[in-house]
């Protein structure tokens, strides 16, 4: 089939090396504008177009492809038969998605209906999900809401963050499409019309979010960590800077210790972390990142910035 990719992080550069090795004629490649990053502030391209390059495929990075008259003058000469998207970042916009013979399909990371929305797996963990998986859908003008074409679910492991959870679930994704575009281009695809009753939202996360409260119990904010490790990460006050956490492990004990408070750091364990104290029960953190620092372990932490038991970490 003649194809056509949209995508932007490495996820989505994952699923470009897959369609890569199908075989299938990939005719463009569309990525997201580069951005400045880094403390040079120099820009850097995406990684979809990265791969791009490597494998010697057509890119561009329209600022917008809503009312760009060039750019969809240009994709509809293309004669495309379908145009895949995986994590492009951007709403495709509807005089679009006619233009393919079989439309545009999408690889979404949640079991649709559910977790509609930017942000599938890192609500999952927020709410403390223990199944999510991959979804192939074609894309109509509601958002992740049109028929599905393939789902698999996959169980969510205790301690698996964000990221791992992501890359696993599009190397799922990646193993399926195979099948389905095959399908799609004998026409013998099931569309199995999404189920409105039973769709839940994932809005895009915000910055503010990332703030730990430590009345909280140890569960819910474990799943914190591990769900906004990507972005915006989680974060406590130390001595009035900045702590990211970037992981940690629960305990299950009941409530605080007897004179205990909640944020207390209560141990320094050698060669892990150090453990504090939540509003019910307790969480050992294994890796923070200290403002303007490097990441590294909570016990190295406690070590070199002098963390004793007793002190309080704020939210």
């Not at 990646?174 to 099931?190: D, M």
């Not at 910055?207 to 474990?222: F, L, P, V």
């Not at 504090?276 to 372990?297: A, D, F, N, Y």
Request: proline share 6%.
């Amino acid at each position: 089939m003649r194809l056509a990719f949209f995508g932007t992080p490495e996820i989505a550069a994952t699923v470009l090396r897959c369609l890569h090795r199908l075989g299938h004629d990939l005719v463009l490649v569309v990525s997201q504008p580069d951005k400045p990053k880094g403390r040079g502030q120099q820009l850097m391209a995406t990684p979809v177009k990265q791969a791009a390059l490597e494998l010697g495929l057509l890119c561009q990075q329209p600022e917008t492809i809503k009312n760009n008259r060039e750019f969809q003058q240009s994709f509809s000469e293309l004669n495309l038969d379908l145009v895949v998207v995986a994590a492009y970042g951007k709403i495709i916009p509807p005089d679009l998605l006619s233009l393919p013979q079989h439309g545009f399909i999408n690889l979404h990371a949640s079991l649709l209906p559910k977790y509609r929305g930017a942000a599938p797996v890192q609500w999952a963990l927020l709410n403390g999900e223990k199944a999510t998986g991959m979804t192939i859908f074609k894309i109509i003008e509601q958002l992740d809401a049109g028929p599905i074409i393939d789902q698999a679910a996959v169980e969510i492991g205790d301690d698996e963050d964000a990221g791992q959870l992501l890359a696993r679930l599009f190397q799922l994704g990646c193993g399926r499409l195979e099948n389905c575009l095959a399908a799609i281009n004998n026409n013998s695809a099931k569309y199995i019309v999404q189920d409105e009753s039973l769709a839940t939202l994932a809005p895009t996360l915000k910055k503010e979010m990332g703030k730990i409260n430590w009345q909280k119990s140890a569960r819910e904010i474990h799943n914190q960590i591990r769900g906004l490790v990507l972005w915006p990460t989680a974060y406590a006050e130390w001595q009035e800077k900045r702590l990211k956490i970037l992981k940690a492990r629960p305990f299950a004990s009941p409530l605080l210790t007897k004179n205990g408070r909640a944020g207390l750091v209560e141990e320094v364990v050698r060669g892990e972390g150090f453990i504090v104290q939540c509003g019910q029960g307790k969480i050992e953190i294994l890796e923070v990142q200290p403002e303007s620092g490097r990441p590294m372990s909570g016990y190295n932490f406690a070590i070199g910035h002098k963390l004793i038991p007793g002190e309080t970490l704020l939210k």
